[in-house]
């Protein structure tokens, strides 16, 4: 399976091929190649010697990985899309990535936003990950409040899209 993906908005060409319980993935210019197990949104796995944990959580369209440390927003990349995030991607609805705790909301209602600004920040499996838009808009209503804890796909912002 090869398929173009977008990780925290970068495009990068992604290649998947098994042969038996060993996996071959080609990530751009890199490859690895191992074994994959998980249960539930845990994955585990084995790639030439290293071991690597990850949650994998998916939400509509968007795949959220927590890694080391870090999250990344994965969705799939469409050619259509343009350099301000249109394309099917674009939502008016933030909807929370992760189950989580609300620590600041980065925006205000009637505020201008533009593609990949930061609207809430979310404390979830004790890292922060910060809940973004894909596209350019004006902030309709904030559904959330620091200190509140929300669950996966929860509504956090509407917007107005820009067109």
């Known amino acids: ?16 091929t098994r042969s038996g319980d060993t996996v071959t993935a080609r990530v751009g210019e ?54 301000r995030g249109a394309g099917p991607g674009r939502s008016p609805r933030i909807t929370a990535p992760l189950p989580g705790k609300v620590l600041d909301g980065a925006v205000r209602e ?7 600004d930061s609207l809430v920040v979310l404390e979830a499996m004790k890292m922060e990950t910060v809940a973004t838009t894909d596209a350019a808009g004006i902030v309709t209503k904030i559904h959330v409040t620091p200190g509140t804890m929300v669950d996966v796909g929860q509504l956090l912002v509407d917007l107005e899209l820009a067109d």
């Open 110 to 116: 009637g505020q201008q936003v533009a593609a990949g």
């Open 1 to 16: 399976m090869s398929v173009d993906i977008l990780v925290d908005g970068e495009r990068v060409a992604l290649t998947l």
């Open 30 to 83: 890199a490859s690895y190649r191992g074994v994959v197990h998980h249960r539930g949104d845990t994955w585990h796995l084995d790639l030439e010697g290293c071991s690597v944990m990850a949650t994998v959580v998916r939400e509509r369209d968007e795949i959220w990985v927590a890694l080391d440390g870090e999250i990344y927003r994965c969705t799939p990349a469409s050619e259509d899309r343009n350099d």
